[in-house]
């Protein structure tokens, strides 16, 4: 295929900032001339490089946060069915077993009898 009667093209990179806070970022390549040809998504704004990276930081900081607390949240639940299981009387591997638990065993915790 002989291209040398096709317009030269150019990359470009778009960064946008969507309605619901995320962010994004386009590359593509259009004709010459053309860069301003590349429309942002529906409801987006136009932002500039550095406005991306900085906001794409706070965004993953923000989304780790959240997940370490939810995994904090998480494994405190576990503990609380993990009690509550001993309470029952169901012995500790049984109890660590259907909670999920995995930290240590509370001294302050009374003793099961695995026997059961």
């Known amino acids: ?3 040398r009667h096709l317009a030269p093209t150019v990359e470009i990179t778009a960064y ?3 309605e619901d806070g995320s962010v994004s970022r386009r590359v593509a390549r259009v004709p010459a001339g053309q860069q301003d040809s590349v ?3 529906p409801g ?11 906001l ?3 965004l993953t900081e923000a989304s780790e946060q959240a997940r370490q607390q939810a995994a904090q949240e998480q494994d405190a639940q576990r503990h609380t069915d993990y009690q509550a299981l001993l309470a029952l009387g169901l012995g ?6 259907l909670s ?13 009898d695995e026997s059961r």
């Not at 500790?92 to 077993?97: F, S």
């Open 1 to 3: 295929m002989d291209n």
């Open 39 to 41: 429309q942002p998504p």
């Open 100 to 112: 999920g638990y995995t930290g240590s065993h509370d001294p302050d915790e009374p003793e099961q």
């Open 56 to 58: 794409l930081t706070q």
């Open 44 to 54: 987006a704004q136009v932002i500039d490089e550095a406005t991306y990276e900085q």
């Open 16 to 18: 946008y900032q969507h």
């Open 92 to 97: 500790e591997d049984t109890a660590r077993r």
